[in-house]
């Protein structure tokens, strides 16, 4: 590789490195060692003590930009791998060249923080370019992991969705209307899947969702709402959770089995899943509470620092608003059944 991070985090090239520094893969974050000699141009290589996991990595960044370059030439773009962009002191996976078209897709193998994300994904946004970020279809294993959700986008066309690639059938795929409140022990996701054949270029500005797929996922059993309390009250993690609740008057047996029978799940909020839904639960028990309000209270829980959205870097649309909606449904449809309520 012709690239690497420096110990600052700052991407240098190899023809500008020195010896005396430390720099790291940016695929992988191991430590990788600057190769210079007569003969051959100065490069990057990967300390052998990591080399089964750089290659991994590299085969499988690799395979994903070739697909994409594949896809590209059959439908008559340039394109550009691996593009060096010395203003941001970073270097684009694929760059496509199309007309008034710049677009940089980039495979997102390693798990990087939401900081750095975020941080590449605007410098990208200062120059113009337009960027997509693609998954590795076969690494989604659910909605739990931290990284998929700090991947989503929202537009109303899809609901909350993500991009991926499927490495070994050779496809483009988009998971899109995906829950935003769901119950762990079973939810299912749907999906698109676009073939090597169509010109991805055009699915990705406007997707059609002509044959959906669905994914279903299944973790754990349901459990009985004494147990979930118990173990609630036993973790200390909860004990401001269930503090809050205090302060508005109630306890964890005060709320509705229903609550804690399974282990509910949500993408906007960093609190657990059951204290969101219980907090607009005991808004909505209230007299003056109503569904038409709840938007207005769930934001008065985050200026008062009660509820925190998660950094999603990607993020362009208005998911909080989805997420009230839903929990407004979820609720309203609870309330039908007594036993439940």
């Known amino acids: 590789m012709y690239a690497a991070l420096s110990s600052r985090g700052i991407l240098v090239y190899a023809n500008q490195a020195t010896l005396e520094g430390k720099y790291y893969c ?27 996991l750089a290659g991994a990595e590299s085969d499988q960044h690799k ?25 941001l002191d970073q270097i684009a996976d694929f760059l496509l060249i199309k007309k008034d078209l710049l677009r940089v897709l980039e495979f997102q193998k390693s ?17 113009g370019l337009e960027v997509i970020w693609l998954l590795d279809h076969q690494a989604v294993t659910g909605l739990e992991s931290q ?47 676009y073939s090597n054949q169509v010109d991805w270029q055009n699915v990705l500005t406007q997707p059609s969702l002509n044959s959906t797929q669905t ?32 302060e508005l008057g109630f306890s964890l047996m005060d709320l509705p089995e229903w609550l804690f029978s399974y282990r509910w799940q949500e993408l906007y909020f ?16 209230n007299e003056s509470g109503d569904f038409f309000s709840l938007r207005d209270y769930l934001t008065q829980q985050i ?28 609720i309203f449809s609870l309330a039908k059944a007594p036993t439940l309520w």
Not at 26 to 52: E, M, T, W, Y
Not at 77 to 86: R, S
Request: glycine share 6%; aromatic share 12%.
């Open 26 to 52: 940016p695929d992988c974050r191991q430590r990788v060692q600057l190769i210079q000699g007569a003969g051959q141009q100065a490069h990057f290589r990967h300390q052998s003590r990591n080399k089964r």
């Open 63 to 87: 395979k994903a930009k070739a697909l994409l370059a594949a896809n590209a030439s059959r439908h008559g773009y340039h394109y550009c791998l691996e593009y060096p962009l010395k203003d």
């Open 111 to 127: 798990k990087i923080s939401s900081a750095s994300l975020a941080g590449r994904h605007k410098s990208y946004l200062r120059l």
């Open 147 to 193: 990284w998929i959700r700090q991947n989503l986008n929202y537009q109303a066309s899809l609901g909350a969705y993500f991009w991926a690639l499927d490495l070994a059938a050779g496809d483009l795929l988009l998971y899109h209307h995906l829950p935003i409140i769901y119950a762990k022990e079973s939810y299912a996701c749907s999906y698109q899947r």
């Open 215 to 246: 994914r279903f996922f299944k973790k754990g059993r349901k459990r009985s709402s004494q147990q979930a309390i118990a173990q609630l009250q036993a973790n200390p993690q909860a004990r401001p959770y269930i503090y809050q609740l205090y």
């Open 270 to 285: 960093k609190e657990p899943a059951w204290l969101v839904l219980a907090l607009a639960w005991i808004y909505l028990t």
């Open 303 to 330: 200026a008062r620092g009660r509820l925190h959205p998660r950094p999603m870097p990607l993020m362009t649309g208005d998911l909080f608003g989805l997420t009230a909606t839903v929990i407004e449904a979820l």
